[in-house]
């Protein structure tokens, strides 16, 4: 392996090592210290505070816990170079970040993906990405100033709300009668990315107090981020197989119905041609489909807030409610920049370079346009795509405690909703090239030479090419009514000592409308909402004919340079590319174009006809519980415990719609895609799980040395959009463009079952004292079943007509088994002398191992790993806190991972091992309750890396800059 930050990573797993074995050398030092004869000392008050606090709360509560959990508190967030809760969670063991953009957005558990995760926030349930179908939570819209505490729960207790299949995320924040007095806490901070050069703002304001009493209480917390965040990228995008370059008598591949056929002579005599040409296939070698380098601009204002009630009615009885609320006004620039290697015609067969595995490493593209689309037709094109995205949440929660002598109740009912409108626009400029030669470095990086005379940056070059334009409105609506109430009794005979019941109701709703359009019945054809306009020498629009200077004129209005530090700062090989380039301005294209539909009155219904929507779904479930919890001592050993049951039942109506498309070459030489039609799939589906759990706390040395050993079954819901015809762009596309290659559909899978698992769980803590926590933790999840997004799987009769199609689609895999261990320790080295008795440290480290994964590369046979999950992930962090100043420098890093079983050429994708060091210095100034702070994120710069099965077949390298921040809080 060349790739230079592979090894990087290696070295990191050193590193945690190296640091593991010195914190364990560290934290005996008190206990050896104990051992000295003792000697008469004046004994001083030592009040805690900052980072060195937290931390022993989260020490304490994971001593106290039912069942295995780690946990984070408010002032440990704060402390922390993080700005939402995802890129705090981070730092706990077995938890791994997913990144957009370098920002923290979603987490797996235990190399478990994010929507097997739940989260929920003062037990209510955190809607999923934008009705985008996904369940797991898009944590950049939680700001870390909202939290009391984050626990992490990866074992699992019968009174815990289901669908936590690699743990559940419990966020706690304030309740304004826990106040000891009034608070009031302002921030204001400035960001900066080293690739946008702009500074940006960042505030918080908390507020708290009590009244009448102190049986009132009041807390309101609002946080403003204005985020500029950029990804530039180096792309492949797919790699797929055109021809056989190279000759070679080995196989590329092997293609499902083929396998046995070991000479490529021997698919000589088949028929017909497509079969012929599919079986020979399995000999064509690899190449880039659209080698491009991208440059994505994201524009990003937040608004959280958050206001809480809290009325003490009786001594017995308080009710609270909370209002919750947050909006993203964000506006996304996509610029491409792209050789198009789509088909073989393309590419000049003579002079490409093949390497020993089968991969292009380099070519020249064709010397000629018979049409306008093939050959150097329009085989370079420059792109800039707009997002205009605005999201709006809101939660709504009235609940209730109730605790007389020996009975306590709970209860609560909640209704939330999400509404997301987004417009995307599109402009492309594309050009005729003959002979640009496209070269693959070590690192699967591709650099274009382009011939004499050709410039991407002059519109002349323009002059035989094209301009297509896009138009793209989306509608999302999300809700969710929940209720739920618990009982619990202090029972306190025999060995138990509590029993609690309760029962919990959720329904859920995703409506989504996309383009639409649809031939109705009686042949009435309802017009999409989306909009195409694509243009080439002779076409007409706005009443004007497209002439060669006409396409100059456009590209010289339009167009205008991207920016030009593309890559600047990434310290890896990069080989040839450019600083920027020019790209058309989708702001500018009015006066060329008819954009007179570039709205959403077509987006819900059109000519008086209803549209039909990308989906239509709702989800209603309904459970209860019986919970036991027991204590008794073994000798001198205590014991304590829990056990139960819960039992679910699962109701899904999901309405969805499915389009058949077709692909040719009309009149003009133009490849064209038509709608042939469309239609509504419906899918109902109950079921019932009975989720039995069981936890045991034995201490081993009483208070100190505590074993819990946990074992559940656990499940989590597919997906809804998984399950109908409306899995992101659900379509059947008939390409009457390519015979090598069958038709390709994409839509969900109504026989999917559940993710279920059985887990077992056992951990060993060492409390030391209270700044002190050495842990192993070893898991095993027996994976029934679960699901593979997106695979592709051939052969598939959709229509039941005979016709097959390569089909796109979620289905179950089996049989997984996921076992792993968990190390952590963590303690404030208080024995060193002054100023160092500040210092302190955490350490963790997680090893994932699947088997029987079920799951194969469907080229070569090899089994592939669990997807999402790294074999390795640490963390490593070092502080200081005494005297006004805290340092903290954390460094996170996991092993590659599986990120898709295959892509369009039946590759398996993986995404590179990563390391992010982060860091924060705040310095508080006395007791004024004034600080200041500074902080950067991804201090070293590290990308993202994605492969096709070979380390040369690179999909993708995103490098999205470092950021840093500095400002001043002040806390009354």
Known sequence: MKYAKGRAVRSGKLLAGTGFGLLMTAVSMPAVAQEAPAEKVVLEEIIV?????????????????????????????????????????????????????????????????????????????????????????????????????????????????EGGVGGTVSVQTRRPLELKKTLFAVTAAGQYLDLEKNVTPRGNLTYGDKFLDD???VLVNVTYDDVETRG???????????????????????????????????????????????????????????????????????????????????????????INWNQRDQFLTDYNYTVDLTAASRINPVGVSVDENHNVIGLTTAATAPTVTTGAGRIFGSQMRGFDYKLKSSYYTGGFNWNHDALRMSGFYTTSESTMRSDTNSAVISATVPGIRV????????????????????????????????????????????????????????????????????ETGSLRYAGGGYTAPGGVVVPSANVTSTVSLGTTTNGLIWTPQRLIDFVRATASLTP?????????????????????????????????????????????IAQIPAHDLTETIKAGYVKANYAFDLGDMPVDGNFGVRVVETQVDATGALAKTRRFTNSAGLITTETIGSTAVNVKEKYTDTLPAFNISLGLIPDEVIARLGYAKVMARPKPTDLIASSGNPNCVIDETNDAQADVCTFGNPNLDPYRADQYDANL????????????????????????????????????????????????????????????????????????????????????????????????????????????????????????????????????????AAERSGNPVFRDGTGYLDAKATYRLGDTGLSFFIEGKNLTGQAERTTSGDDIRLGELAYSGKRYYSGVSYKY
């Open 765 to 900: 803590s060492w409390f030391l004292n209270a700044d002190t926590l050495l842990s192993a933790a070893y898991f095993y999840k027996d994976v029934k079943s679960f699901i593979l997004a997106r695979t592709l799987v051939r052969g598939v009769d959709v229509f039941k007509d005979g016709t097959l199609y390569d089909v796109n689609m979620p289905i179950n895999g089996r049989g997984a088994k996921i076992n792993g261990l968990e190390l952590s320790a963590q303690t404030a080295f208080t024995f060193l002398p002054s100023p160092f008795d500040g210092l302190g440290a955490s350490v963790n480290y997680t090893y994932s191992k699947a088997k029987n994964v079920g799951l194969f590369n469907s080229l070569t046979g090899e089994e592939l790993p669990f997807p999402g999950l790294s074999t390795h992930s640490y963390n490593l962090i070092a502080y200081y806190d005494k005297d006004g100043i805290n340092i903290r420098v954390a460094y996170n890093g996991r092993t590659k991972w599986l990120q898709s």
């Open 215 to 217: 049986r009132f209480g």
């Open 232 to 322: 530039d990228f180096l792309r492949n995008t797919e790699w797929v197989a055109l021809a056989d370059y190279d000759n070679s008598p080995n196989k590329t591949r092997n293609v499902a119905g083929y396998e046995n056929i070991t000479a490529k002579t021997g698919c000589a005599t088949l028929t017909p041609a497509a079969t012929r040409t599919a079986c020979e296939s399995q000999w064509f070698d690899l190449s880039p489909r659209i080698p491009r380098y991208g440059i994505w601009q994201r524009e990003d204002k937040r608004v959280t807030a958050m206001t809480t009630l809290q009325y003490q009615v009786t001594d017995e009885l308080d009710v609270y409610t909370d």
């Open 564 to 608: 030009q530090n593309f890559f600047s700062g990434f310290g890896g090989n990069t080989g040839n590319i450019p600083k920027g380039w020019m790209a058309p301005n989708v702001a500018a294209i009015g006066d060329w174009f008819d954009i007179s539909n570039f709205n959403h009155d077509r987006v819900r219904s059109a000519n008086g």
């Open 49 to 161: 505070v900052g980072t060195r606090a937290s931390l022993q709360s989260a020490i304490d509560r994971k001593k106290r816990a039912s069942t295995v959990v780690d946990s984070l508190v408010a002032e440990d967030v704060a402390q922390f170079p993080d700005k939402n809760v995802g890129e705090a969670l981070q730092r706990i063991t077995g938890v791994q970040l997913s990144r957009s953009f370098g920002e923290g957005e979603s987490v797996s558990i235990r190399g478990v993906e994010p929507d097997l995760n739940r989260v929920e926030i003062n037990g209510v349930s955190v809607l999923g990405s934008a009705g985008s179908g996904s369940r797991g939570s898009d944590l950049r819209d939680m700001a870390s100033e909202l939290i009391k505490s984050i626990d992490v729960f990866k074992g699992y207790t019968a009174d815990m709300t």
């Open 439 to 506: 070269s693959i470095a070590d690192n699967g990086v591709p650099s274009f030479t382009f011939p004499t005379g050709f410039d991407p940056s002059n519109p002349e070059t323009y002059r035989t090419g094209g301009a297509e334009i896009q138009y793209r409105p989306e509608e999302v609506d999300v809700t969710e009514d929940s209720a739920k109430f618990d009982i619990d009794y202090d029972l306190d005979r025999w060995f138990l000592t509590t029993l609690e019941t309760g029962v919990q109701w959720r």
